[in-house]
């Protein structure tokens, strides 16, 4: 991981060059790549959880983790924050999320905090939200902060606590998912959440396309580095490429097939839809708080 | 599953009237397809553990699965039965491998069984052999029962336990276990080791081999049912159709990782030799023995 120190140096030392308008081309020389590693379920992930930090006691560089629950945690998140809520407050149990109803909101004139979030794919007794990103309305959410607890987004959310940074991905924010890895310079944790326990599709998937999207941009530094990149990208590069592929694979997921069987269709598609919003959300564990990357 | 109960009376029909020189062609008609799913990893699995019965309570019918430890286990139980061994016992742990070897044989005559396996890639203290196809020569193993232990493919067999017929399968026997899968007509479950409760690309690349033979067949009737079968087969599709490709993902391998640090290459490579023998192993987990199919 030596090299990778170097890189992140490298690109310190642009970006001040750059602030001075000197504007100079050694990235490619570098000739050292970075890395992009995918956990297809949380439980096999090999990100350390020791806390949020940079580096790790090898002095490794700690990766960037993305969070991946594209039906429905991932996307709705998304949808929340790009319709103007201030905050998603995560949480793992229900109980946990009812307690946090009755904090003292962050500051004296905010809004009552709302409780979204879904167990079996279904609204929860005495919750403001279900987990369908329609439900997520500007009317609703603006500068409300919502508290958030799912099957299994907020458990892949967990997983990833040791990274250096925690952002959410999804098909409806994309592009500036790439933006802002790209932007980031460091190593490339996808984390699948899956549903209940199980592998599906709709993450892999869109693992998948985060890679090929990383790997085939001109002059990419970054490389897969592990099996579980590999058969990401590789399911990706069969089944996602073309949209009629990509439509078959999404409808015949795990996950899809449990919101299709309660009607939910519209969810899935809406899932489906790639770069509807510019932002990507970002989790800081230490306030519990996830917001919309500056 | 009613269409599968269907298939196999269609098959014994068929077995039936042959066997009377009536030849028949409607397999092709029935419309009812075997499913093949995989486990990347046995802690992945769908099996059921419930004891090996052919129906379970539903009347579907239980799969016949095929347990894959690539490097080294499979390979070398290959070997070793095809080199004369009379069977193999697999155990899990060294203690009770070192309780079996101190039990009577299974024929006062029988020759005094061997002890063989690894832990760490190396032989135990103790052990006739170790885990190298190389040690299962004639001259040592004729007629001899082997206890056997090693670190992941004894797990994975374990794991295997509800199927209604449990093979072994390896690169160096794959031209057989097709023939045996494809004769025996029932869904096909194929259960990868893993390294260490790791993914391992050698495992998935047979079990994606497996699918790919299985698939390609003229008028074939198999399917994959799974995602983690999809994502296998995309894999070896992608990286080990074409035989530098298959060297390559073979040799990058986390199995393959931890014997070349030995200096046993010779192992990997003999690993990667396709269709040495033709023989199945079948572990009857009544008896513990794992022979050769008849």
Not at 62 to 78: E, G, K, N, Y
Not at 257 to 285: C, H, I, S, T, Y
């Amino acid at each position: 991981m030596q090299v990778l120190r170097e890189h992140i140096l490298l690109n310190c030392l642009r970006d001040v060059l750059e602030s001075q308008h000197v504007s100079i081309q050694f990235r490619e020389n570098t000739g050292c790549m970075i890395p992009i590693q995918v956990s297809l379920l949380p439980s096999l992930s090999t990100l350390v959880d020791s806390g949020q930090i940079t580096e790790n006691n090898s002095g490794d560089v700690m990766p960037v983790a993305v969070m991946i629950d594209i039906l429905r945690a991932s996307t709705t998140i998304v949808h929340a924050l790009a319709n103007g809520a201030s905050a998603i407050l995560p949480c793992s149990s229900v109980e946990q999320a009812h307690e946090l109803a009755h904090e003292p909101a962050s500051s004296q004139n905010a809004p009552k905090r709302l409780l979204g979030g879904e167990r079996h794919c279904q609204k929860i007794e005495g919750f403001d939200l279900d987990n369908s990103p329609f439900s997520y309305t500007p009317e609703l959410v603006q500068d409300r902060e919502i508290i958030f607890t799912t099957t299994n987004g907020t458990i892949a959310l967990e997983h990833c606590r040791s990274a250096s940074m925690i952002l959410v991905g999804a098909f409806v924010n994309l592009s500036s998912l790439i933006d802002a890895l790209v932007e980031c310079g460091r190593p490339v944790h996808l984390m699948c959440a899956g549903t209940d326990r199980q592998l599906t599709a709709e993450d892999i998937l869109f693992a998948g396309a985060v890679c090929d999207r990383l790997l085939s941009r001109p002059a990419s530094e970054f490389e897969i580095a592990d099996v579980q990149s590999q058969l990401a990208l590789d399911f990706y590069r069969t089944r996602g490429l073309k949209r009629p592929d990509f439509e078959k694979t999404m409808l015949e997921s795990l996950g899809a097939a449990n919101l299709l069987r309660l009607g939910l269709e519209a969810d899935v598609q809406r899932a489906m839809q790639v770069d509807l919003f510019k932002l990507v959300p970002v989790w800081n564990p230490a306030t519990n708080r996830i917001a919309a990357l500056p």
